[in-house]
């Protein structure tokens, strides 16, 4: 059922926000201890929520969200409910005040069901380095999520909440949402707010929504957009609207298909993509190569960038103002020290270590400065796409999910596998991802749509008209 | 070429700290990372290195007096306390 109908059946009394709730509360209790999606689930307080919604509906006063249940990723702040980003270093840590994306759900008298699994700090992309034991992908339990929003992905996928907010930074939404086959969408920087949202890379973070569909995705994505007075880099562009091309006719739409994406693409993705492009051809819609030159930079630039940020972002966790404190250190340096060695996990510490290594003198031009050439040539080569197309169509990760285990513990091979995705964060753009096939495994294979800045409308209409003519299969749970 | 010289450094500058298995675990780490990196090395375009757009400052809050959170509040989440402050290590 899509949030439109379901907001329908709540209106018309058909269901009830309590009844609704209990039953995503039943499956996460059945269901999660072996997915591992949610780090916390918020039972009394979800109840509380709805029985207010309730109310609400009653009245005849219910917004977009009101009683609808959703996940919440444990990077974003909610006022008195554990927020841990999957680490030690917050393991205990109870937010004093909401994201504003949540309050902005809370306005809507939304239902939190509660905060879910993430890579640690939202570091990573199979979601193995939380400090909580990783998730599990709902098609596959041997397999991955991918990440860092990997329980968000399973948990919609799992049907453990009707769509999840998470946070994408260089995929973080989309290749998740691609590994347990449901729909990512990244907004245009600049379009949520991130106040409340825990720091990693500030030029590249932003939030966004997993979702059974593109509609869906839109749907939410109505509810969490516009100015913030708390986030001066929010877009003062006029937001909202998002689902209001879909059903639209098509065709006409320019796509095009960067032939880089797909050089280092498995054979099984390939194929599902150009599978997508013909069938978008079919529709009226004009298919042509292009091609984006510095793409084979991008992973390295993304790394050097995020980590200069994260570095100086999590100079902040000292163990003393909050997060975890050590026992050891005998003066306020060792105490730091020991503080964030025993709070962070490796991956954590080797992006702060390289983070301070591209901001060395001697390493700063050669390293971190030409990042910043490379992201303004990507943005200038991403121009020169758009100048010709209306959306561009990529693989979302150049393999479907991988097994537990089998590439997590090498660094540099989980970064090279965010390459479909990081130059979409790198020109702040939007990007959405939805299923285009499976693999011979049976693993969803994840296809993006990535579109000018704030025109969201455009591929979500896009994705939602592939979503229609191509049924996604339900996760056995 | 990083060496456990430069790993130590390294975890000066970022506050942490390494047992000598863990600082050569980290040091190959780091030489695997930074020989991914090394490749934006070779990159040579005219191309300005990028500056996040000014944001728009008329968009800043009015500066005027607001009540700030309750200490209590900002307080719950220190591990050690005392007459309503943070405690750290004698300094001085």
Partial sequence: MDLCELRKKLDGGDIGAVELTKEYLDRIKRFDGEINSYITVCEAEAIAQAEAAQQVIDKGGSKPMTGIPLSVKDNICTNGVRTTCASRMLEDHIPIYDASAVSRLKNENFVMLGKTNMDEFAMGGSSQTSYFGGPKNPYNTGYVTGGSSGGAAASVAAGLCAAALGSDTGGSVRQPSAFCGVTGLKPTYGTVSRWGLIAFASSLDQIGVCALSAADAGYVLNSICGRDCNDATTSPIPSGGYTSAVGSDISGIRIGVPKEFLDGSTDEVKAAVLEAAEYYRSLGCTVKECSLPSLEYAVSAYYLISSAEAASNLSRFDGIKYGHRSGLGEDYNELIKSSRSEGFGREVKRRIMLGNYALCSGYYDAYYNNARRIRTQIRKEYADIFSECDVILTPTAPSPAYRIGVQENDPVKMYQADICTVTVNIAGLPAISTTCGYSAEGMPIGMSLIGRAFDEKTIIAVCDRFERDHERRECVL | ?92
């Fill in chain 2, 1 to 92: 070429m990083v060496d456990e010289k430069l790993t130590a450094h390294l975890a000066e500058l970022s506050k942490l700290e390494f047992t000598d298995e863990e600082l050569a675990d980290m040091t190959k780490d780091m030489t695997d990372i930074i020989g991914l990196m090394d490749k934006v090395c070779g990159f040579e375009s005219g191309a300005e290195p990028y500056t996040l757009e000014a944001a728009d400052y008329k968009a800043l809050r009015e500066d005027k007096y607001e009540a700030s959170y309750p200490s209590e509040d900002i307080l719950r989440n220190a591990d050690k306390v005392k007459n309503d402050s943070f405690v750290v290590p004698k300094v001085v």
